[in-house]
């Protein structure tokens, strides 16, 4: 057969790349609907749906739907998954077109985590199900929900401070996009449905201090930071905590520089913050927590009391009142919740944990032991379970200290090889 003449080049026309062949097309591709990808990171995504579909593909071409359901979920086998209903705003078509809704959502869920920013470009029926609640229920049903820590981290050099996920020892911590907005200070941070919200606070705009009422919520799942509505009241050095799925916020200092007695609520469906009953009195600097779907707030200082407040305002969301008790913790530097109980480290006796159980409103106090590190300041976190001590001195060699709380009495002091790359300001635990 003769040798192929090669075109000759029309004038004005660029000759075209040599490309080389195509890249071969994954089996079954065409059969389920698989569509090319205009993206930017084309192949990218094209292989990483390619594998999803392929791996649905050879499930149903073998009858192997449900063994592979019960392998990968340690489920029973005729067990049928339910999840919960759609909430308002998740808004999505069919995930991966001619297959049953359910065992889409198995596949998308059983996906290392690592993929899930590359997944959520791939259509917006992906992006919209990975950044729902629905996507955490399944996540969580088929054995895959995985807990890592969010740390903040003093900047050096002048630098505001910024966000790193802890890794191990195979992986590294990863610097987070920057938070927008101005560098602040005196904001507060809370956890809601797998999303870390960054509150209020200070900064410095043109030469002048000025209160903050923005709030940024930054997607662990996506990796990205979004806009959320503005609070009703500009604050600073205030108390907040999640309650049956909203945000409260209360106290803190105004624009003023006055002290704060207002409270608000933020619904994130509606994606708006309502004032809501005000404290008894104005409250500054201190932190709140959820116990039992009540708002526990405690610490810091009020315009009643010298020194540091030992009053424990309490907030009944169903009766829209507030309590009180008399047995607060004072000048508490960190804090974690763990199995409905209160851990605080205060600045008197970094050496001490302080306990509170709100089932009889008591505390308790446990040492601190010395072995793998003689810090005497620290920042609390928590994993699995476990609270982690994370220095806040730049101690050589020092390693975090891990108490478990179920451990038999004498064995719940370990050490963790998960450490801050910098001195940690606080921390959050996310689970995706």
């Known amino acids: 057969m003769p040798p192929t003449t090669p075109a000759k080049p029309v004038p004005g026309r660029r000759p075209p790349r040599d490309v080389g062949p195509p890249p071969p097309r994954l089996p079954f591709e065409g059969s389920l609907g698989h569509t090319p990808l205009t993206h930017p990171h084309h192949h990218t995504h094209t292989r990483l749906k390619g594998a999803l579909l392929l791996l649905v593909a050879m499930l149903t071409l073998v009858g192997a739907r449900e063994p592979f359901v019960k392998a990968q979920t340690n489920l029973p086998a005729t067990m049928q998954l339910k999840f919960p209903t759609r909430t308002q705003g998740d808004s999505y078509g069919a995930l991966i077109p001619g297959l049953p809704e359910d065992l889409a959502k198995v596949c998308l869920a059983l996906v290392p985590r690592s993929y899930f920013p590359v997944m959520g470009a791939v259509s917006k029926s992906w992006m919209s199900f990975i950044g729902s609640k629905e996507f955490i229920a399944v996540r969580k049903e088929v054995g895959r929900l995985e807990e890592r820590i969010y740390a903040l ?229 928590v994993l699995d379970g476990k609270l982690l001590l994370f220095s806040q001195e730049e101690e050589p060699g020092y390693q975090t200290l891990m108490y478990d709380p179920t451990a038999p009495a004498g064995s719940e002091w370990h050490t963790s090889t998960l450490k801050p790359s910098g001195l940690c300001l606080c921390s959050v635990t996310i689970e995706s």
């Open 153 to 381: 981290i003093t900047g050096d050099g002048g630098k505001g401070p910024y966000w790193e996920v802890l890794g191990s020892l195979e992986q590294q911590n990863r610097m987070l996009p920057p938070m927008p907005g101005l560098t602040k200070a005196g904001f507060s941070v809370v956890v809601l449905d797998g999303k870390l919200l960054v509150m209020a606070g200070y900064g410095v705009d043109y030469g002048k201090e000025c209160v903050s009422d923005e709030v940024y919520q930054y997607d662990a799942r996506l990796n990205r930071w979004a806009a959320l509505a503005k609070m009703n009241v500009a604050r600073r050095d205030f108390a907040c905590a999640e309650v049956n799925g909203a945000v409260y916020v209360a106290g803190g200092f105004g624009s003023d520089g006055d002290g704060l007695s207002s409270v608000e609520v933020y619904d994130p469906q509606r994606n708006k913050w309502t004032i809501i009953e005000s404290l008894r009195r104005p409250r500054w600097g201190s932190f709140a927590c959820s116990f039992n779907g009540k708002l526990y707030i405690m610490g810091g200082r009020s315009s009643f009391t010298i020194g540091n407040s030992r009053f424990i305002d309490v907030y009944d969301p169903i009766l829209h009142s507030w309590t009180e008790i008399k047995k607060g913790c004072v000048m508490v530097t960190s804090h974690a919740v763990i199995n409905k109980r209160l851990f605080c480290i205060e600045w008197k006796n970094q050496r001490s944990l302080a306990i509170f159980n709100p089932s009889d409103s008591s505390w308790q106090k446990i040492p601190v032991p010395l072995t793998g590190s003689s810090a005497t300041l620290f920042s609390l976190g």
